[in-house]
């Protein structure tokens, strides 16, 4: 089962300038930042009501976030669903021929487990389903 809207990710090529924005002209506020080594990238958060934005900026000219900026500009690069079970989820998604990304779920920003779905099968969006706690 869908639960919320965990949150929405944001890719750029600045985190700083980024940063500036959404505090200093949209009033969000930072809570953390960190760095996820394995997929290349340095996450900021900021909570918007009970989701929130993450704003990604690549850390390796190779990785995700970096690719994803050169093919499409910077903008929205995922929307991400928390789930109660995440396993169960994947398996009932692979069951009726859903194409995932990732079989078995990950570690993520923010302590999550987290997997993504492929746009294929989403209608262009990447799609994440995390589960927190």
Excluded at 96 to 117: S, Y
């Amino acid at each position: 089962m869908i639960k919320k809207i965990d949150h929405i990710g944001v890719a750029v090529k600045d985190l700083n300038a980024a940063i500036k924005f959404y505090e200093g002209l949209l009033g969000l506020k930072v809570v953390d930042t960190e760095i996820v080594e394995d997929q290349k990238v340095k996450v900021a958060f900021l909570p918007v009501g009970d989701s929130e934005v993450e704003l990604l900026e690549s850390t390796a000219p190779d990785g995700p976030i970096a690719k994803f900026i050169e093919k499409n500009g910077e903008g929205i690069q995922h929307i991400a669903f928390r789930v109660e079970n995440l396993t169960e989820k994947l398996a009932e998604l692979k069951e009726k021929g859903v194409r995932l990304i990732d079989e078995k779920p990950r570690r993520g920003a923010g302590g999550a487990m987290i997997a993504f779905l492929h746009p294929k099968s989403t209608f262009g969006t990447l799609v994440e389903l995390c589960k927190r706690g």
